[in-house]
């Protein structure tokens, strides 16, 4: 079936880097755009941008541009989102989540990668 | 940046009809998008383009979307529906996504 999974539980120092994956099956992965989107625990869903994955490009939320990099790998239908200079406040859920076209709705989304930023 | 609005809490008694508010500047003319996030997984998205429902999602949830508020209504409340409810829209001046503050539904 149509499925996004995303790698394992991080926890990285505070200054760090994280790469988290996203790989796709069942579908064609370059027909849809990936988004990515974190929750901080108890918090809300906060959008931090997207890559299609067909051509590379990208969109980021301003929030973080500059610190967030997302690539894919079409030969294995995977997608990366890497965080830069982590701090505390990055400790999150980080999901992937796919779009056929903007503005439709997040159809699938992966199980979510837990990220956990301490000294 | 454009802003959604959502009550932090909504509460009903089983068999009720549960209204979730997402408020937003002139939203009516955006699609809104509504996940339900139940605790430990990830969303599902239970209403697309203001109104209209996945296969498997129940005929009791329901959407619209006039002036400057969405709303997702959710007839006859079971116990299975108490998750946190999210909406969404594209912001095209800003070409971002925009999440509401998500709503707790409570079944008491």
């Known amino acids: 079936q149509e499925q996004l999974v995303q790698s394992g539980a991080e926890v990285k120092k505070p200054g760090a880097s994280v790469k988290v994956s996203c790989k796709a099956s069942?579908?064609?992965?370059?027909?849809?755009?990936v988004h990515w989107v974190r929750q901080a625990p108890g918090q809300g869903l906060e959008w931090m941008g997207w890559?299609?994955?067909?051509?590379?490009?990208?969109t980021y939320a301003q929030k973080f541009q500059g610190w967030v990099t997302l690539t894919r790998d079409t030969s294995i239908s995977t997608a990366y989102m890497e965080l830069s200079r982590l701090k505390s406040n990055d400790t999150a859920v980080y999901y992937c989540?796919?779009?056929?076209?903007?503005?439709?709705?997040?159809?699938?989304w992966g199980q979510g990668t837990v990220v956990t930023v301490s000294p | 940046s454009y802003v959604l609005t959502q009550p932090p809490s909504v509460s009903v008694a089983p068999g009720e009809t549960a209204r979730i508010t997402c408020g937003g500047d002139?939203?009516?003319?955006?699609?809104v998008h509504w996940y339900q996030q139940k605790p430990g997984q990830a969303p599902v998205v239970v209403m697309y383009?203001?109104?209209d429902r996945p296969s498997g999602i129940p005929e009791r949830f329901s959407g619209s979307n006039f002036g400057n508020a969405a709303t997702l209504t959710i007839g006859r409340v079971a116990a299975g529906d108490e998750a946190d409810y999210y909406c969404?829209?594209?912001?095209?001046?800003?070409?971002?996504?925009?999440f509401g503050g998500g709503t707790k539904l409570t079944v008491l």
């Open positions: 890559i299609y994955p067909n051509s590379g490009g990208t």
């Open positions: 069942g579908y064609t992965f370059t027909d849809y755009y």
């Open positions: 002139n939203v009516g003319w955006k699609s």
């Open positions: 969404q829209v594209w912001d095209t001046t800003s070409d971002h996504w925009v």
């Open positions: 989540a796919r779009v056929k076209m903007t503005p439709d709705s997040f159809d699938i």
């Open positions: 383009y203001d109104s």
